[in-house]
């Protein structure tokens, strides 16, 4: 038998409207293993440890739990219901815990691996604050429970990591009290920091755009960026502060899951791999709190191309009208090494998100982040890149997932299979 995984997102909803879907999967795509979203209860013995002082939160209360910008004020309160609705940060606040164990029983008696997928510090551009002592006693409980509680094979933590990148405030926080007393404890100055980040936006308005776009076409490099922003030790501290700050922490995670369920498979999914340090994803250091990692390359319109465009955009409101929107789209490519594969060079060629995949070169795109995730992780870590089997073309799929393979990934989870049913390539197989 292959040692190559392939598995598939579903819920306990799609388990139970049809019951045969995964044994389908099983027998025509070599299904091993289901990533189940965690739909259940929690015992009183968790619950009681959530930092919200009561549920549903007040806005003030999310307020004061949530990632703070340097300047003071909470990056964003736009995802205050969706954080209302929780018992807690990551667990919504209803379920059905009978039918979420139904789920798990019916696909291990289908012979295949349930890894139980639950959610983390971070919404879309919300984040509960990393430094919060009740917010990670919080997180430790609720893996610990998912862990030996269900009977599952893996625990599968998604959204652990900072706001997106299609979102630039998200990459100013967190700056807050409980922050600025984390970082003195691993070694980091937040004066320091914040500094840094002021010094370098500063530089970044003194640019000219015309001669940035001439010299990007020319070719930047590292030190290039060094000296045009006039980088101080504080901006890659800031970098490694909250990297760390979240290893630790997953660190402690995995203990607590172990401790539960010692056979558990622990791990999720890691940002493309070119942004990574941007939501504070080490990917050399992945292998000190995981038992895997999952690249999730698959979201390449709300985590690659927005991101490329939000910067791009960034870039001119702090420059101003000297440069122009190809050199700034031209800078960011650069910038994040997406460079030289054909990216559109204005914002309207990259249209909406349902026709995005026809508009940018998405096999080069997910290629370059998966290339450099095996170059990053470490050797012995096994890798499971998240691809959508659904909304791709077919011969893209095919190209990604045979380059997947050469390049020592093992196994592939997707998101949907409308692609991938009927007519299945043995790779897929597994074989």
Not at 14 to 22: I, L, T
Not at 57 to 67: G, H, R
Not at 128 to 147: D, G, I, L, N
Not at 265 to 286: E, I
Request: charged share 25%.
């Amino acid at each position: 038998m292959s040692d190559w995984r392939t598995g598939v997102y579903l819920t306990t909803a799609e388990v139970e409207q049809d019951p045969e879907y995964s044994l389908r999967l099983r027998d025509e795509i070599g299904l091993t293993t289901v990533v189940l979203s965690f739909s259940g209860t929690l015992p009183e013995e968790v619950t009681e440890l959530s930092p919200f002082p009561q549920v549903p939160p007040t806005d003030d209360q999310l307020t004061d739990l949530v990632l703070r910008h340097m300047d003071g004020g909470p990056v964003d309160p736009r995802e205050f219901d969706r954080a209302a609705a929780s018992v807690g940060p990551g667990v919504g606040a209803t379920g059905d815990d009978d039918g979420f164990r139904r789920a798990v029983d019916g696909l291990k008696e289908q012979g295949l691996e349930v890894w139980l997928c639950g959610s983390s510090w971070t919404i879309r551009r919300l984040m509960f604050c990393p430094s919060r002592a009740s917010v990670t006693a919080w997180f430790e409980a609720v893996y610990s429970h998912w862990a030996g509680a269900y009977g599952v094979d893996g625990l599968d933590i998604t959204h652990a990591r900072f706001p997106m990148g299609s979102f630039p405030l998200g990459l100013f926080g967190c700056t807050c009290d409980h922050c600025a007393v984390a970082a003195s404890r691993l070694g980091y100055d937040m004066e320091e920091m914040i500094a840094a980040l002021r010094q370098s936006r500063a530089r970044l308005r003194q640019l000219d755009g015309k001669r940035l776009g001439e010299v990007v076409r020319m070719g930047v490099g590292f030190f290039d960026i060094i000296q045009a922003l006039d980088v101080q030790p504080g901006l890659i501290g800031w970098l490694r502060f909250r990297a760390e700050l979240l290893i630790g922490a997953l660190t402690r995670f995995r203990s607590a899951a172990k401790a539960a369920n010692p056979e558990i498979f622990f791990g999720g999914d890691t940002f493309p791999a070119s942004m990574s340090l941007t939501v504070g994803h080490d990917l050399m250091r992945w292998g000190e709190f995981a038992d895997f990692a999952s690249p999730l390359v698959s979201h390449i319109s709300a985590f690659t191309c927005n991101t490329l465009t939000e910067w791009a955009r960034f870039l001119q409101s702090e420059i101003g009208d000297s440069l122009s929107t190809a050199d700034a789209l031209a800078t960011i490519y650069r910038f994040t090494g997406y460079d030289g594969i054909g990216l559109p060079e204005s914002y309207d060629g990259f249209g909406d998100a349902d026709e995005l995949a026809q508009r940018v070169p998405v096999a080069d795109l997910v290629l370059r982040d998966l290339a450099k995730t095996k170059l990053y992780l470490p050797r012995d870590l096994p890798s499971y890149p998240i691809l959508h089997g659904t909304g791709w073309p077919r011969p893209v799929i095919d190209r990604i997932v045979t380059e997947a393979r050469r390049l020592g990934h093992d196994g592939i989870i997707w998101q949907g299979t409308d692609e991938l049913m009927n007519s299945t390539p043995t790779y897929v197989r597994g074989t």
